[in-house]
DNA sequence: AGATCATACAACCGATCGGTTGTATGTTGT
DNA sequence: ACAACATACAACCGATCGGTTGTATGATCT
């Protein structure tokens, strides 16, 4: 499903759009409601004390980040959660955790000369 | 060491400002360097083509979300990554999966029930 | 003491953010 | 056909962001 030659998004842009739509406690709310249930973006709206409009853009926020998907049915548009998209957050996350777990060990070296390339 | 009556910042404001910090490419490549090992903000700020300033208010605004903490040496502000703030953010994606994995389980036993229904 | 280094912080600037209102375009039900 | 609903999007506004320059304050070294 991925083509590297249109979608030629760094990864630096993806996580930049995916921690920016998680930085906001709205979004993370939207997001775990569609996590749990498929909801339609007035039926989030309504749980939500602000415009059609703001929620809307919130949802379009989470959707450009990969974190949502948007399906046709009928008038609606059904709005459901990716956790693969969740996942790919954590996995970045992990990969932290292991650099710091180099500073204990020995894995320090191969992860150091990544970073230390420039000097 | 945390006083919940004097730091009553909320655990949204939490993650905001964890999400935030994490949301800006230049942050996370600082969060790398200092979860590897400790640098000194200046030490930080000659591996980046901007400005001393613009380093140090990276470095606040990681130090703010609690992703890094500064340690007085000399004339030196020496700064670690905090890998514990690192885990919090990881735990709160977990908590996320598990939302989803709640929905599956949901779907499961509504197929089940159906299953049951039919035969 | 004086010069230099390391850090902190304020003020400013263009861009983006999170919200609003208003309008346009389909889709559904009578 | 028409009214009501669901969504999309543009324009606007105050606040915040990410960067700059300039200045102030300590700590270190001759």
Chains 1, 2 share one sequence.
Not at 2 to 26: G, N, Y
Not at 60 to 86: I, Y
Not at 92 to 117: K, N
Request: some cysteine.
């Amino acid at each position: 499903m991925i083509c590297p030659v249109i979608d030629d998004e760094s990864d630096d842009d993806r996580l930049d759009a995916l921690f920016h739509a998680l930085a906001d406690r709205t979004r993370r709310d939207i997001l775990r409601r569609v996590l749990a249930r498929e909801h339609s973006v007035s039926a989030l709206a309504a749980k939500y004390d602000m415009s059609f409009a703001a929620v809307q853009k919130h949802v379009a926020v989470l959707e450009k980040a990969g974190l949502l998907t948007k399906r046709r049915s009928g008038r609606e548009q059904l709005t459901r959660g990716e956790v693969t998209a969740v996942r790919s957050v954590a996995t970045m996350l992990a990969e932290l955790e292991q650099i710091w777990h180099g500073h204990v060990a020995r894995v320090d070296a191969l992860l150091a000369a990544d970073l230390d390339l420039e000097d």
